[in-house]
C-alpha cells in the first residue's frame, strides 16, 4: 500500500515537457539547469527537441531568439530545484551548458561546446573549435574531439581521449590521464595526483607535465625530436630506453632525443618521472590500475 501510495505522489509531482523548435545554422543552444542533468545528443536535423521531467511547479521556457535558442526552467517559488533534459540539437550547433548540481553529458555533436557545472560530472563524446569543460566538484572526461581544449576540475580526475588540438588540462586533485592525442600543444597541472600522457610528440611542439605529489608518466614515440628538461626534489627517474643527459643541476638535468626540436618539460616535487615506448606505457598503467 504504501509503494502504491508513493507511486502515485510521484506521478502527481513529475511532469514531462516535450518541445521542438527550428533553427538555422550560426545559432547556438543556451542551457541552464540548478540540478538534475543535461543530455545533449546531435542529429542531421535544423531543429531543437527539448524533453524535459520536472515538477509539476516547474515550467520550462524554451524560446529561439535571432542568434540562440535559451533553456531555463522556473518554477512558481523562483527557480526551479530539478530538472532532467534529453535535449536533441543539429551536429552543427554550439553549445554552451551550466548546471550547479548537474551532470552533463553531451554526444556526437561538430561544434564548440561550454560546459560547467559546480557539483557533477562531465562527459563529452565529440567536439571541434573552442572546447571549455569546466567542473569543481566532478570528473570531466573529453573523447573524439578536436579544437582548442581547456579542461579543469577542482576535486576530481580529468581523461582525454582521442583528442587532436592544443590542450590545457588543469586540476587540483585528481590524476591526468591523456591517450591517443595528437597535439603540438599540450600544457598538464595537477596538485595531487598522477599525470599520464599517450600522444604524439611534434617536430617544434612544446609539452609540459607536472604534479606536486604524484608521478609523471610519459609515453614518447621512437621518431620523436624532442629536448627533454625533468626535475624532481623527492624522487626518481626512469627511462625504459637508454638517454644521455647533457645538462644537470641539484634537481634537475636535460636531454636531448633525436634533433631536439620540440620542448618537453617533466616537474614533480614528490613523485617519480618514467618514460616509455607508447606500448610500454599502456602495459604499465594497466598493471597500476590492477594494483590499486
Avoid at 191 to 209: E, L, M, P
Wanted: charged residues 20%.
Amino acid at each position: 500500500m504504501l509503494m502504491n501510495v508513493a507511486a502515485v505522489v510521484a506521478l502527481v509531482v513529475t511532469q514531462q515537457t516535450d518541445t521542438t523548435v527550428p533553427v538555422r545554422a550560426g545559432m547556438r543552444l543556451d542551457v541552464e539547469n540548478f540540478g538534475g542533468e543535461i543530455v545533449v545528443r546531435a542529429w542531421n536535423q535544423n531543429s531543437v527537441r527539448v524533453q524535459a521531467t520536472h515538477s509539476s511547479r516547474d515550467r520550462i521556457d524554451v524560446s529561439a531568439e535571432r542568434t540562440t535558442v535559451n533553456v531555463r526552467a522556473e518554477s512558481r517559488r523562483g527557480l526551479a530545484q530539478m530538472v532532467e533534459y534529453q535535449i536533441t540539437a543539429p551536429t552543427w550547433m554550439p553549445l554552451n551548458l551550466h548546471g550547479v548540481s548537474t551532470d552533463i553529458e553531451v554526444d556526437g555533436t561538430q561544434a564548440a561546446i561550454t560546459a560547467e557545472t559546480v557539483q557533477g560530472e562531465l562527459k563529452v563524446r565529440g567536439g571541434s573549435g573552442q572546447l571549455s569543460l569546466k567542473s569543481v566538484q566532478g570528473a570531466v572526461k573529453l573523447q573524439n574531439a578536436k579544437g582548442h581544449i581547456d579542461v579543469y576540475s577542482v576535486n576530481e580526475g580529468l581523461t582525454l581521449e582521442n583528442v587532436n588540438g592544443d590542450i590545457s588540462a588543469e586540476t587540483v586533485s585528481g590524476d591526468v590521464t591523456l591517450q591517443g592525442i595528437e597535439s603540438a600543444n599540450v600544457e598538464v597541472n595537477t596538485v595531487s595526483g598522477d599525470v599520464h600522457y599517450d600522444g604524439t610528440i611534434k617536430d617544434g611542439g612544446h609539452y609540459r607535465f607536472a604534479t606536486h605529489n604524484g608521478d609523471v608518466t610519459l609515453a614518447v614515440p621512437e621518431r620523436a625530436n624532442v629536448t627533454v628538461s625533468v626535475a624532481t626534489f623527492n624522487g626518481d627517474f626512469d627511462s625504459c630506453f637508454p638517454v644521455s643527459v647533457t645538462t644537470t643541476t641539484k634537481h634537475r638535468f636535460s636531454f636531448t632525443i633525436g634533433s631536439g626540436s620540440a620542448r618537453l618539460e617533466l616537474e614533480t616535487f614528490n613523485g617519480d618521472i618514467k618514460l616509455c615506448r607508447p606500448g610500454q606505457l599502456h602495459d604499465k598503467h594497466h598493471d597500476d590500475q590492477e594494483d590499486n
